[in-house]
RNA sequence: GCCCACGUGGUGGAAUGGUAGACACAAGAGACUUAAAAUCUCUGGGAUUAAUAGUCCGUGCCGGUUCGAGUCCGGCCGUGGGUACCA
């Protein structure tokens, strides 16, 4: 064998690992333990290129953890319940289930070649009866804890296929499917108490040292704790029962620029009016007609009605201010109603211009008094400003020190009381979908609602159901549905929502240290394998899944599936990935619907695209997140056929950072194959060499093995795999021309190898075991460098000029400053850029640079 | 709309506030070969220039801080992610 062969070694060393159990989790307390996660994967069917990307650097983790003494925990599974199931149910026929399994075997098949260092043995599917029972029992220990309440909620309605719709299935208002005007209506469902930790959620924000800085600040902003004020405005002609409106504002400092009262139109008064007045009905029914995303609401025009009814400003009870019913008031957060000050907040001047309402200046900058025009004023709360309109009589104050005095104001003359807000809401988990974990719970008639008693569970799907009627089958399935109370035995219906798959996914971490323990979690496997040590996975999850997991280890400890041993914390290092994007190809049908092209159906010239059946041309949607549904996943399957499963690793890995989004490109696949090829090369080269021993011409070739070392070691640590490659390369270039001696360059390839391992094992393993390795290179200890070996005696110093680089020096490492001034100015290229003027001042960073200032 | 990122050669990208373009891809030239493949060598931001001597310009745009800015600060523009029922 002459030719390196990644067909032949690879599943050779496979099965070597496998037989060996040589990725086998077993608890050792002699051993450091490291928990190594990657986001399990939604069995979509396919494993994209995305995927191989993320398992390929947990796999470097896991594999470089492994060698450098630790107990390595690095399991696989899938986030198996969900939406897709079910489409394809109604779409295609069959059964989620079947589709469900079937894919995961699929994906399961294409990700073992990759040869990822996973324990196979705890692998489960979130759909698995094993794990959603257990599930099960968590929902009714959090039930009974209090955490889990009902109340309504909206959801997105479609009035024609009589179904709820996720936010994803309304396009520009309407159904995906019907095409109908989506309504918005109110269901009973079940909530998370997820608020009540907001304060701790928020405060332990500061303990995640290895998050990233962006997550941590997203998941901030998103919890949103603001302080602010409550109070009540008296109203005048509203009906019985409504004497009173109660707003929370962040700004009760400019009071005194009020303008009107905006309540949301699901507010219980709008709800009231909309009953007497027709006007009013078909205005709120105009807000209800839309989706209830956030960005949908918040993009919409903004629209009001009066309502007629004015209220008492709380500060002057003859200065009366109109009631509004506005479409941007949120009835979610604070009250469901707001006082507006358009001067300083750009959404209620726009509406008040709209409307020709009152606009009133409170403050001004400092240096400027003009009047606020189209765009509200709104500095900082940090700022100082000049107060023209505040009943305390403030001067010259920052709007926080003029919110503090307003709150006291308010507090000691009993027209307000301050108040600690969070913009997080709580989890509502109901889904009205069959293929989600069910509820465990029945309605009785005599009891309510009932939790099932636990030896009753897992409470399991029934199969026999159809998708060919839209809505939740589990509704129409009367077997399942009906059931005896278990609490008076009487008949009963179990609850037919299942729960959001964030449910899923915000706990099976803890599964995997005991995946088949009889409880949720088993204390003794816990406590040694948790927290997850590194957790890598894609930025798009930054906030509802890690926060969510968050939630649900403080929910998990007050029920005692955890132990306070363990920090609250699940995952004590985060890392994001960034996504791997591909061009959308797109042409359009008859009727105007979008179709989508794979890659390979498209042929490109020129910039354009076009259809290699009937040469058509096709759109481009450039750089879009890799979706089943658009077609443009590119697998990675046929790269890993042609070159092997290390040229797919090594290629993932190498050129873009690990964070960053990747335009995916194939080109350089190649290329990476031909270097894998090149190092194997060198290894039976090297192994030809007579012995022979070390001589001083070696030092080149150790020393820059021994700062490749160092370099690379920090690259994996730190994530930087694609610097880690780029010095992989270099010094497999040196050692390719390098004359020194056999044992050297023995050295050399043996390290090379090592430092390969965690990216390209099998490769790896094949010349550790060339060059007389013992063992498994995934089980040999980590190269150390020799500290001695990167003492550099001189170094080469950029002489600048004003900041242009002039000339360079290279001088005795140690060399005094002021030598190091003198023969900076003795550059014959700094004399003719100071042009006989005398240097202002020099500046000698040591080891870095010279500036000398003219 | 709001929150968070990102923007550097033809391309992917490198660069603790200290020589911008490491390492690679694609390209061009050359060596070897009957030829091709494979392999090896060299070139390469732009302008000016005989020059691998210099000089000037250059990290999305405008401004600022600094002896010195791709990096820090402010304001724009563009792209991506999230926006609570996609996962």
């Known amino acids: 064998m002459s030719r390196y062969l990644a067909a032949e070694i690879e599943p050779k060393w496979q099965k070597a690992w496998d037989n060996f159990e040589v990725f086998k989790a077993v608890r050792d307390e002699n051993r450091p333990k490291y928990y190594v996660l990657e986001m399990f994967p939604y069995p979509s069917g396919k494993l994209h290129i995305g995927h191989v990307r993320n398992y390929t650097m947990g796999d470097v983790i896991a594999r470089y953890k492994m060698s450098t003494g630790h107990n390595v925990l690095h399991p696989m599974g899938w986030d198996a319940f969900g939406m897709p199931a079910e489409n394809a149910a109604m779409a295609i026929g069959g059964h989620p289930k079947e589709w469900t399994y079937g894919n995961i075997n699929q994906m399961r098949q294409q990700m073992k070649p990759l040869g990822l260092s996973i324990d196979w043995s705890r692998e489960f599917a979130t759909c698995d009866p094993e794990y959603y029972g257990q599930q099960q029992a968590l929902f009714l220990d959090f039930l009974n804890k209090g955490l889990v309440y009902r109340k309504n909620a909206v959801v997105n309605w479609d009035p024609v296929d009589m179904t709820v719709l996720a936010n994803e299935q309304v396009e520009s208002g309407r159904g995906w499917r019907s095409g109908a005007l989506v309504e918005r209506r109110e269901l009973t469902q079940w909530f998370f108490k997820i608020s009540d930790y907001a304060g701790d959620l928020l405060d332990a924000i500061d303990v995640l040292d290895d998050w990233p800085a962006k997550v941590k600040l997203m998941q901030a902003n998103w919890i949103g704790k603001s302080r602010g004020l409550e109070f009540s405005f008296e109203t005048i002609g509203a009906p019985d029962g409504f004497d009173e409106i109660d707003v929370y504002t962040t700004r009760p400092d400019t009071l005194l620029g ?114 606020v025009g189209t765009k509200a004023f709104v500095p900082p709360k940090s700022e100082k400003v ?30 307000g009381k301050g108040v600690t807000n969070y913009r997080l809401r709580d989890w509502g988990l109901s889904r009205q979908r069959y293929w989600g974990c069910p509820i465990p719970v029945v309605h009785c008639v005599t009891c309510g609602v009932v939790p099932e008693k636990k030896e009753n569970l897992p409470i399991r799907l029934p199969d026999d159901v159809t998708f060919d009627k839209p809505g939740n089958p589990l509704n129409r399935h009367a077997t399942w549905r009906d059931c005896a109370c278990p609490s008076c035995g009487a008949p009963a219906q179990r609850e037919t929502d299942t729960m959001d798959t964030f449910v899923d996914s915000s706990w099976y971490f803890a599964r995997f240290t005991s995946p088949d323990a009889a409880t949720p979690t088993d204390q003794e496997d816990l406590n040694y394998w948790m927290n997850v040590d590194q957790y890598i996975g894609g930025v798009e999850h930054a906030i509802l899944h890690l926060l969510y997991s968050r939630f649900f280890c403080r929910a998990m400890q007050l029920t005692g599936h955890a132990n306070q041993k363990n920090a609250q914390e699940p995952f004590n290092a985060l890392f994001t990935q960034g996504m791997v994007t591909h061009a959308i190809f797109k042409t359009a049908k008859d009727d105007g619907r979008p179709v989508y092209h794979y890659p390979e159906e498209v042929e490109l010239r020129e910039n354009k695209a076009y259809l290699i059946a009937d040469g058509r041309e096709v759109d481009i949607v450039p750089s879009s997140k890799m979706s089943k549904s658009k077609n443009n996943v590119v697998d990675p399957e046929r790269i890993i056929e042609q070159y092997g499963a290390d040229t797919a690793r090594w290629f993932v890995l190498s050129d873009s950072p690990p964070e960053r989004d990747v335009e995916w490109t194939a080109s350089g696949a190649e290329a990476a194959y031909k270097f894998l090829g090149r190092v194997w090369l060198i290894s039976h080269r090297v192994a030809q060499m007579p012995s022979d021993e070390l001589t001083d011409s070696d030092n080149d070739l150790l020393q820059e093995m021994h700062k490749t070392i160092r370099d690379v070691t920090l690259g994996i640590e730190s994530f930087g795999f694609n610097a880690a490659i780029a010095k992989l390369y270099s010094f497999t270039n040196t ?100 042009e006989g003027a005398d240097p202002k001042k020099v500046i000698v960073v040591p080891g870095r640079i010279v500036n000398v200032v003219a």
């Open 386 to 415: 000049r107060w023209i309109n505040h009943f305390a009589g403030l001067g010259v104050a920052t709007g926080q020190e003029a919110i503090d005095a307003t709150i006291t104001h308010a507090e000691s003359h009993g027209w």
């Open 258 to 371: 009020a303008s009107f009262v905006g309540i949301s139109s699901d507010h219980p008064l709008a709800r009231y009016l909309e009953t007497e007045n027709r006007d009013i009905a078909a205005f709120n029914k105009e807000c209800r007609q839309m989706s209830t995303s956030e960005a949908d609401m918040e993009k919409a025009d903004k629209k009001g009605i009066d309502t007629g009814i004015r209220v008492r400003h709380p500060l002057n009870p003859a200065w009366e201010l109109p009631v509004w019913v506005a479409n941007f008031v949120l009835m979610d957060y604070g009250t469901g109603a707001i006082f507006a000050c358009p001067a300083h907040d750009q959404r209620d001047l726009d509406f008040s211009l709209k409307y020709n309402l009152e606009v009133k200046d409170t403050f001004f900058a400092l240096e400027n008094e003009t009047p």
């Open 735 to 834: 050692l390719s021309k390098s004359k020194a001696s056999a044992v050297a360059q023995k050295l050399s390839i043996i390290t090379l190898a090592q430092l390969m391992s965690p990216m390209t094992p099998h490769l790896a393993e094949d010349i550790w075991q060339h060059q007389g390795g013992t063992g498994f290179i995934a089980q040999a200890p980590w190269p150390v460098f020799d500290k001695n070996m990167l003492v550099e005696t001189t170094v080469t110093l950029p002489v600048q000029v004003n900041g242009k680089r002039r000339a360079e020096i290279t001088i005795a490492k140690d060399l005094e400053k002021s030598e190091v001034e003198k023969l900076a100015l003795m550059q014959e290229a700094v004399i003719r850029a100071l």
